[in-house]
């Protein structure tokens, strides 16, 4: 009994762990190619090393994490090359994944999205701009039931979140009204259930903070 109480400890800290770092990185508190210790991570959690690592696991799973050998947890960080494949994979996946979606899409959370699509409009905070911004995408593909697809999905975002930041920064205010409008273009398909116009709008929305990032070989550099 105490063997399965232990256990069951560790998961719930491996979670805990798991989800503040989680938090972290994709706040741009843990920038891409932090070290992270295993050892400071255990005493901020008051936590032995199994959990800490168990949680380094998880969040490698979804991209956020690289593990090396002899040198512990780093945070993830790509080249320019890869973010322009992640992002042309992302401009096929996602499409998919609002179409699949939007069938399954009740009008409830139809009218959350509409929420968030205003509510994106209304801030001048990059940060609160970007926790919006991705809840909003997410939320449009709630209603997929391809897991792995979604499983995809999920760790492109992750992998991407620092860049995603940086492209913000770059566009500023005065250019953020492209976004919104098609936003606002993709909130009217979805409430329309019109898969194929939400699908061409999606791609054309992915494609072009592909296209910007791009221009922008600096972002990537240490």
């Known amino acids: 009994m105490e063997d399965i109480l232990k256990v069951s400890n560790e998961a719930v800290a491996s979670q805990r762990i798991a989800n503040s770092l989680r938090r972290s990185i994709i706040d741009g508190t843990l920038p891409p190619g932090t ?28 991209g956020l994490v690289l593990l090396r050998a002899n040198s512990g947890a780093w945070v993830s960080k790509i080249e320019l090359s890869e973010c322009i494949e992640i992002y042309k994979i992302r401009e096929k996946l996602e499409p998919l994944a609002l179409q699949e979606s939007v069938v399954g899409l009740g009008d409830t959370e139809i009218d959350k999205i509409e929420s968030l699509c205003q509510a994106i409009e209304g801030t001048a905070d990059i940060d609160v701009f970007l926790r919006l911004d991705r809840e909003f995408h997410l939320l449009t593909y ?15 975002w992750n992998t991407t979140q620092h860049y995603r930041r940086a492209y913000a920064s770059l566009l500023g205010l005065e250019k953020r009204w492209i976004i919104d409008c098609e936003h606002r273009l993709l909130v009217d ?30 972002l990537f550099r240490s």
């Not at 070290?35 to 979804?62: K, N, T, Y």
């Open 189 to 218: 398909a979805i409430r329309r259930r019109d898969v194929d116009e939400g699908g061409r709008i999606l791609h054309g929305h992915i494609r072009r903070t592909r296209l910007a990032l791009e221009q922008h070989e600096n």
């Open 35 to 62: 070290r992270i210790m295993q050892e400071e991570i255990a005493a901020q959690f008051g936590a032995s090393r199994l959990p800490v690592r168990e949680a380094f696991r998880i969040l490698e799973s979804e």
């Open 142 to 156: 709630r209603g997929c039931k391809m897991r792995s697809l979604m499983t995809m999905v999920e760790r492109f």
